[in-house]
C-alpha cells in the first residue's frame, strides 16, 4: 500500500549546484586537511577544499597549509562534489587554476575523462527516488548516456544532447 504523504526531501537544498558549476566561496577556516569555505548564494550548506583541490606554489602535490587562502578571502572556485545522498549535504570544491581553465572527471558510463566546463562534452546526472529523499550523482559524456537510452526515447535523446547547449535568451 503506498503512503501519500510527501516526501520530506532534503536534497532540493542547493539544488542548482552540479559537478563542474562555477562559484565564488568565501574562506571560513583552515584545517590539516585543507579549508573550509562557504559558497557565495548557499550559505547554508557546508563546504570545503581539500590541499589536493588548491594550488600548491612550491610544487606539491597536495598544497602547504601555509598556502591556503587567507581566512575571509574569497576565492573563485569550481565544485567537484556534491554529496546529497544523506544529509548534510556537503560541497566538495576545486581552486586549482588548472580546474578553472577546463575541468574533467571520468564518465560513469565508459572510464574515459569528460570535460564539464562549458561547452564541453559532459553532463551529470542526477539519480532520485519518488520513494524517499537522497540523490546520488555521475558525470557521463552525451554521447554515452544518449546511447545507452532506449532508441525509442528520441525526445529524451535529443534532451540529453542539447541540455545546457541552449540557453534561453
Given at each position: 500500500m503506498r503512503d501519500d504523504r510527501p516526501v520530506?526531501?532534503?536534497?532540493?537544498?542547493?539544488g542548482g549546484l552540479v559537478v563542474g558549476t562555477a562559484v565564488r566561496a568565501t574562506i571560513i577556516s583552515?584545517?590539516?586537511w585543507g579549508v573550509m569555505a562557504q559558497v557565495l548564494g548557499h550559505e547554508s550548506v557546508g563546504a570545503s577544499v581539500d590541499?589536493?583541490?588548491?594550488d600548491s606554489p612550491s610544487g606539491s602535490s597536495r598544497a602547504l597549509p601555509a598556502e591556503y587562502p587567507p581566512v575571509g578571502a574569497q576565492v573563485g572556485a569550481l565544485v567537484v562534489e556534491v554529496d546529497r545522498y544523506h544529509p548534510p549535504i556537503w560541497i566538495r570544491?576545486?581552486?586549482?587554476?588548472?580546474?578553472?581553465?577546463e575541468f574533467s572527471r571520468p564518465c560513469g558510463c565508459c572510464g574515459r575523462p569528460t570535460n564539464l566546463s562549458p561547452g564541453g562534452d559532459g553532463v551529470t546526472v542526477d539519480?532520485?527516488?519518488?520513494d524517499g529523499p537522497?540523490?546520488?550523482?555521475?558525470?557521463?559524456?552525451r554521447s554515452c548516456l544518449a546511447d545507452r537510452l532506449n532508441p525509442?526515447?528520441?525526445?529524451d535523446r535529443a534532451r540529453v544532447n542539447a541540455v545546457g547547449h541552449h540557453q534561453p535568451p
Open positions: 520530506q526531501r532534503f536534497d532540493s537544498v542547493a583552515h584545517e590539516r590541499g589536493g583541490y588548491i570544491l576545486t581552486t586549482r587554476a588548472a580546474d578553472l581553465r539519480v532520485r527516488s519518488s537522497g540523490c546520488a550523482s555521475f558525470v557521463a559524456h525509442d526515447f528520441n525526445g
